[in-house]
């Protein structure tokens, strides 16, 4: 029996824009409602039994997200929204004589939100800003956000401070674990991961041809879910973890010719404790384009040193994968009058052996080929 992991979904965006105001007073709202409805076949060898088994998943995530914005007076901005999301599905383990729930879970948030900031001054401009944010679940109750933010633009470039407090709620993942255990409900009484952010960076132009910006950060998490097994049973989670990461991040956009862009980011970051999953000390990106007549090229390369990658919320050392190169390709040829072009793209043109989770290689060097319409 050869296993099987089959995935089938649709996914559906709705957006509507309002424009109002004129000038300076211009500004524009939008509504966005989504559907994201899908299902998993996981067909499994039971070497110890001798027989396949399956695990059978559904979901079905629906929202919709209100935002608009106002100009207040000279040089004010508010920014007022409403968000709505539902989501959640359904889990279980059939074999040839049981079925096995993992639960049916449905989860609910409503937010409200609202942000203000003002530019002061002309050759120079000071725009403070701050804005929060209540969220309102259905079983883990409210919780507040927000962030502060000062933004300095003048003659030499830009400047910028910012904080912000944001939070993550328990899931899915977890309900389901405690319902394996037999213990209901109780994964409602778990709060919610918090994430202080701060942020300090500077943006300068030197020409119309050459931009650069860097910016240092700090992160902090708090009440980190982690697994406490027994004894006494049963397993359980609780908010007791906490961990920091630091870095720096520097970008270098460049256009050496009218028809040539160059760029290139680099973010360097260290975790205290030092193995934190998915954290990579170095991730990079570097890419150009090219058009020239009928023709139009892109490159972008990818870089992920060696890091952990595994659930921090579980005991267990998480496993090592190694760091890779990744380089992926773009040739299009646009057909003059038409709106047509035939492209040519690849990915993973050096055919690197990667992952991103244990387990679960990524597909090699392929290629793809196409024809886009634009009328």
Do not use: C
């Amino acid at each position: 029996m050869r296993p099987r992991f089959e995935t089938d979904g649709v996914l559906g965006v709705f957006t509507l824009t309002r424009r109002h105001g004129t000038g300076k007073q211009a500004r524009e709202g939008v509504l966005k409602l989504h559907l994201d409805d899908g299902s998993i076949d996981w067909r499994q060898w039971d070497a110890g039994q001798r027989h396949a088994f399956f695990t059978l998943t559904d979901w079905r995530n629906y929202g919709m997200r209100l935002e608009d914005h106002f100009a207040v007076g000279d040089g004010g901005d508010l920014t007022l929204g409403f968000e709505m999301e539902r989501y959640g599905g359904r889990s279980r383990e059939v074999r040839p004589a049981s079925t096995l729930s993992f639960g049916d879970f449905r989860f609910g948030n409503t937010a409200l939100f609202a942000g203000y900031a003002h530019t002061f001054g002309e050759r120079v401009r000071f725009i403070p800003s701050a804005g929060v944010r209540y969220n309102d679940s259905r079983d883990f109750g409210g919780d507040w956000g927000g962030q502060v933010a000062l933004r300095v633009e003048g003659p030499l470039g830009e400047a910028w401070v910012r904080a912000a407090r944001a939070f993550n709620l328990p899931g899915v993942w977890a309900a389901a674990f405690y319902k394996s255990y037999g213990t209901g409900d109780r994964y409602k009484e778990l709060e919610p991961e918090l994430l202080d952010h701060l942020e300090i960076g500077a943006s300068r132009a030197f020409s119309e041809k050459l931009h650069v910006e860097v910016a240092l950060f700090r992160n902090e998490v708090k009440d980190a879910l982690r697994f406490l097994p027994p004894p006494p049973p049963p397993p359980r989670w609780a908010n007791i973890g906490e961990y920091t990461s630091e870095g720096v991040e520097l970008s270098v956009a460049a256009q050496p010719l009218p028809e040539l862009s160059l760029f290139v980011g680099v973010t360097w970051s260290r975790t205290e404790p030092e193995k934190v999953p998915f954290a990579p000390e170095w991730t990079g990106t570097a890419g150009l384009t090219w058009a020239h007549g009928p023709w139009r090229l892109s490159l972008d390369l990818q870089h992920l040193s060696g890091r952990e990658a595994g659930n921090l919320r579980y005991p267990a050392a998480p496993p090592h994968l190694d760091g890779f190169v990744l380089v992926n390709g773009r040739l299009g040829y646009r057909f003059a009058g038409t709106g047509l072009e035939l492209y040519v793209a690849g990915e993973n043109l050096g055919d690197t052996d990667y992952s991103y989770r244990p387990g679960y290689p990524m597909p090699g060097a392929n290629l793809l080929g196409g024809v886009t319409w634009s009328f």
